[in-house]
């Protein structure tokens, strides 16, 4: 009786925790299809007339194409050079704690996780515009460089779970650090390598306040940028500005589509370690 009334519990929580998700999904899904008038009449209620005007006019607007490709530009070189330094620097320091260089290193970049970003956010503006990286190559660094304390956290704590042993067989059958690092440890680094890559991702697609500091080109605008488009001083457009974070929020659904496979391998591992 008493494990019956706990899977009941379960149950209504999940229920519950299923509407809370879905249910602005469905409002943002209903209003991208509404005229404005169906909107005052009831936003609850299904459109009427499911019809694409709003997403051609939001594609309009917001010159959704080539932000677009300023997202998918600035997600993919953030995830892939993350996954490149932060990895590598992750390793000097696991396989180092020992010295205490090394370990202030550890603690020096952990502590970079309690500072909050507008403290610093004045600064890093001035900085980027008078090096000339108020773009997006400086926008992909700043992602790989702010990752970087919550990263070695992750990595750090899995790396020291790899038995030694691995890899000094490799160094005693003549390979070097470096064949050490790239063939025996990043292969092994594939579940956290999937949990920092779906953290980075979801950030770097979705930052707005980062974006807006740093890129003083509107052609460079990315999507989070573009939306903010609808919202004037008085009003906003709902019917459009719901079609544009429908858009937006599709090629994430994209891959994760294709991806779950590795992203709930890579949690799952990730949470055993």
């Known amino acids: 009786m008493r494990r019956e009334r706990t899977n009941w519990l379960i149950t209504i929580l999940l229920i519950l925790g299923s509407v809370f ?5 469905y409002l943002t899904v209903s209003v991208a299809f509404k005229t404005p008038q169906e909107i005052a009449d009831s936003v609850i209620a299904p459109p009427k007339s499911w019809s ?3 997403f ?3 594609i309009e607007m917001t010159d959704f194409f080539n932000a677009l490709g300023n997202s998918l530009t600035v997600t ?3 995830v892939v ?3 490149l330094t932060n990895s590598m620097v992750a390793y000097a320091i696991a396989r180092n704690m020992h010295k205490r260089f090394f370990r202030f290193l550890f603690y020096y970049f952990v502590s970079a996780m309690f500072i909050p970003f507008p403290i610093i956010m004045l600064p890093i503006v001035k900085q980027t515009s008078s090096w000339g990286m108020d773009n997006i190559v400086g926008l992909i660094f700043l992602y790989v460089v702010y990752g970087l304390a919550l990263n070695i956290f992750i990595y750090v704590g899995y790396i020291k779970s790899i038995p030694r042993e691995l890899e000094e067989a490799a160094i005693i059958d003549g390979a070097s650090t470096w064949d050490v690092f790239w063939r025996i440890v990043f292969p092994l680094l ?9 953290i980075t991702t979801l950030w770097a697609w979705n930052d707005f306040m980062l974006p807006l500091v740093i890129l003083t080109d509107k052609e460079m605008a990315t999507l989070p940028l573009v939306q903010y488009v609808f919202q004037s001083q008085f009003s906003t457009d709902y019917h459009l500005a719901f079609a544009s974070y429908l858009l937006a929020l599709t090629p994430m659904i994209i891959v994760y589509f294709f991806a779950q496979r590795w992203i709930i391998s890579g949690v799952t591992k990730g949470a055993i370690k």
């Open 190 to 198: 594939a579940p956290m390598n999937a949990t920092v890559g779906i």
């Open 52 to 54: 694409f005007e709003n």
């Open 81 to 83: 050079l993350t996954l």
């Open 21 to 25: 998700v879905l249910f602005p999904l």
């Open 76 to 78: 993919v070189g953030a």
């Open 56 to 58: 051609i006019t939001a």
